[in-house]
């Protein structure tokens, strides 16, 4: 039987479709025809940008576990093979080997070396990952087909061996979920639990089964199964697998700041809509000069016609109001002088347009379209809706009755443990029963999302409990684009949300654990339905550090905010690293305070305050508290930023004083 082949376009051109993907096709040709087509058959192609995380994810959902399992026994990736910063392709390919088959590489490259000398400029590889062989080959297509025609003699039988011996570790014989080559898409089931070991730890590599939701306790795992992977990566699969919301048109009113406009706003007629005046004063013939002048008329502020002036006389107007056909100046009441009024003194007749006041043609008026015209482009699509309340005064002045907008992700929230006692409700308790505890995760949590604009849904505190729990998940995710939960997703025999999201709701966990210190075991997954499921870890700090480091940017992606660099495949699709400083913005700052000692594992995120040093003109940021655990809800007041700290090391262990760090911003700064 023919062996299942994936083959992986790695191209940020052609993922934005700026690029016809030619390599894939040749390569799949290359394959299907050789032997006959006996074979090799292709299963799933794909095109992904130049991002490690997207590729491991993409080939490891390809990789099968063992014989039998029913994925690809080859997986070819083309292109990020070059030597320039971009090409990653490598890097992403060569953690997940289980063995590497560099023989194989060293013949891909001696065959093409007799081609042409250039194939000394690519990183080419090969390796096992779990019963898969995996090769990287250039992305041109001569270099791509040239370079696995080296090889075709030697591929059926390297491939048969990795299948027999299934790899180093049976990827899939966890959960016993066979792997899916499906279209390219990664199958449901397939996280990231199923690679080696990338940490820094060996107690932190992943190891043991997936979690399940009977066997009870002493069954357990006693290491976590899951990857523990960058934050970086981390955030490279949140942008990647949250979806940018549809657009809906509403009106005016129906507008929120953090909203994004989905297509251009044109105005629908000319502001001002007739010749205004921009001053209180007199509507005059500037041809007429000074003198006294007969005050025939008032225009004040309002709709209706205006009767026209002729020459040698003035007419009142305010501020605003419209100019009398006629007229072509303003004069401000300011260079005038009041000539003859009425026998009660109390209205103009006569007024003296002083020597010296300002009279050229157009003086103080705004012509019609002065401000903007009509067919004008008040704001482009990509426009945040700002609290300022500038885009939404502007689009008050279009003329349009509705607007295009992406529609706000809806959140649904839950704080998850037997401990914890609702704070929120109508009655929380007012002394607290031994071991239990108030719920801070969800008032603050619901906090921090009403600051980006997003509705939210609370589903209150629910208890460890697998069906309660898959209940309330499944339940919020029929109406909402998201849930974020707290609670339950370390190692503890009630930790469920794992389990439950992936054996109940049939959901993908892209990452149960990061590297970073706090939040580590910061879980996020989507579900069929392609709404995503943020578990967040309990402790307190944790749960609103992950909030923002992955799920604001994440929301902000889904909002549309990336829209706002101009080219919405380059940011959401192609490249989402690229979207980072709009969707999770940070400044360099200079650290002041006493010297911290660096974790030797994790980077860490301390809570810091952020402000503006006027004297110096450049950020400052110091530690917001000093005691920063993770349980401290009150570490995290009086911070607008993480302080991004690096893993320490012996020739850097501590940060002091004056050193530069980045620091996210996740409130306003002080000024
Ligand atoms: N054996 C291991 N234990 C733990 C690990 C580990 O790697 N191995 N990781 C630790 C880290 S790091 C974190 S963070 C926590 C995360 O644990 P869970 O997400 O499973 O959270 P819980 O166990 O349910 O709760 C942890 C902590 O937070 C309190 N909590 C929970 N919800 C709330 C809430 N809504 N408001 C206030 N406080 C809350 C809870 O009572 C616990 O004290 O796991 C470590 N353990
Ligand atoms: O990573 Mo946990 O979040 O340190 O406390």
Redesign the pocket.
């Known amino acids: 039987m023919a062996v299942p082949v994936g083959i992986l376009t790695v191209s940020d051109k052609c993922s934005r479709g700026e690029a016809a993907d030619t390599s894939g096709p040749a390569l799949q040709r290359l394959l299907e025809e050789a032997d006959g087509g006996a074979s090799w058959a292709v299963a799933a192609r794909q095109v992904v940008p130049d991002s490690a995380a997207l590729i491991a994810e993409t080939v490891r959902a390809w990789c099968g576990g063992g014989p039998g399992a029913g994925a690809c026994g080859l997986v070819v990736v083309t292109g990020g093979t070059g030597i320039s910063a971009s090409d990653v392709t490598v890097q992403a390919l060569e953690p997940l080997f289980t063995k590497r088959l560099g023989a194989l590489a060293t013949a891909m490259v001696v065959g093409s070396l007799r081609i042409t000398p250039l194939a000394a400029l690519s990183q080419v590889t090969a390796g096992v990952v779990g019963s898969t062989v995996v090769l990287a080959v250039p992305g041109s297509r001569k270099g791509a087909v040239e370079n696995v025609q080296q090889i075709l003699g030697v591929l059926p039988h390297a491939v048969d061996t990795a299948r027999a011996v299934g790899g180093t570790r049976a990827l899939h014989a966890a959960d016993g979920a066979p792997a899916r080559p499906a279209g390219g898409a990664a199958a449901p089931g397939q996280g990231q639990r199923r690679a080696v070991c990338g940490c820094a730890r060996p107690d932190e590599g992943p190891g043991g089964p997936a979690p399940g939701l009977g066997g009870g306790v002493a069954r357990r795992a006693r290491r976590?199964p899951y990857e523990m992977i960058p934050v970086q990566a981390a955030l490279e699969l949140v942008l990647a697998h949250v979806a940018l919301q549809p657009a809906e048109e509403v009106p005016l009113a129906q507008l929120r700041a953090g909203q994004v406009l989905a297509a251009d706003v044109a105005m629908q007629e000319d502001v001002p809509g007739y010749p205004a005046s921009v001053m209180d004063g007199y509507a005059v013939v500037a041809a007429d000069g000074p003198g006294v002048y007969p005050v025939c008329a008032a225009s004040a502020a309002g709709a209706g016609e205006r009767r026209p002036l002729r020459p040698g006389e003035v007419a009142r107007v305010a501020t605003g109001a419209p100019v009398p056909p006629g007229a072509d100046a303003v004069v401000m009441v300011e260079d005038t002088e009041l000539a003859a009024s009425t026998q009660a003194g109390d209205e103009e007749l006569r007024v003296r347009i002083l020597d010296g006041a300002q009279i050229a043609p157009g003086q103080n008026i705004r012509p019609v379209g002065f401000d903007l015209e009509r067919g004008a482009v008040v704001a482009r699509a990509g426009t945040v809706i700002t609290a300022a309340g500038g885009e939404i005064g502007a689009l008050a002045t279009s003329g349009n009755r509705a607007f295009r907008v992406h529609r706000m992700p809806a959140v649904a929230v839950m704080?998850?443990?037997d401990?914890?006692t609702d704070t929120l409700g109508a009655d929380p308790p007012a002394a607290l029963p031994f071991g239990a505890?108030?719920?801070?995760?969800?008032p603050a949590l619901l906090a921090a999302l009403a600051a980006l604009g997003c509705p939210a849904v609370d589903l209150g505190?629910v208890r460890d409990d697998p069906e309660l729990l898959a209940g309330a998940i499944r339940g919020a995710l029929a109406t909402c684009q998201g849930v974020v939960t707290?609670?339950?997703?370390?190692?503890?025999e009630r930790?469920w949300?794992k389990p439950v999201v992936e054996q109940r709701l049939g959901g993908t966990i892209h990452f149960g654990r990061v590297a970073m210190k706090?939040?580590?075991?910061t879980t996020f997954a989507t579900v069929p339905g392609g709404q995503f499921v943020f578990a967040?870890?309990?402790?307190?700090v944790?749960?609103l550090v992950a909030f923002h480091m992955f799920v604001a940017p994440g929301l902000r992606k889904a909002a549309g905010h990336h829209l706002l660099l101009g080219s919405a495949a380059a940011a959401a699709a192609a490249d989402p690293a690229a979207a980072l400083g709009v969707l999770r913005p940070s400044v360099d700052a200079v650290f002041e305070g006493a010297e911290i000692a660096l974790d030797r594992v994790r980077p860490e995120y301390v809570r810091g305050a952020l402000a503006w040093d006027h004297a110096a003109a450049r950020w400052v940021v110091r530690v917001a508290d000093r005691r920063q655990q993770?349980?401290r809800?009150a570490s995290m007041r009086g911070a607008n930023a993480l302080v991004s700290l690096p893993v320490g090391t012996d020739a850097r262990p501590t940060v002091a004083s004056g050193s530069r760090l980045t620091a996210i911003i996740i409130g306003a700064p002080h000024f």
């Open positions: 976590s704080s998850t443990g401990e914890v505890i108030r719920d801070c995760n969800r505190v707290t609670g339950g997703v370390s190692m503890g930790d949300l706090p939040s580590k075991p967040l870890p309990g402790n307190p944790s749960a993770s349980s809800m």
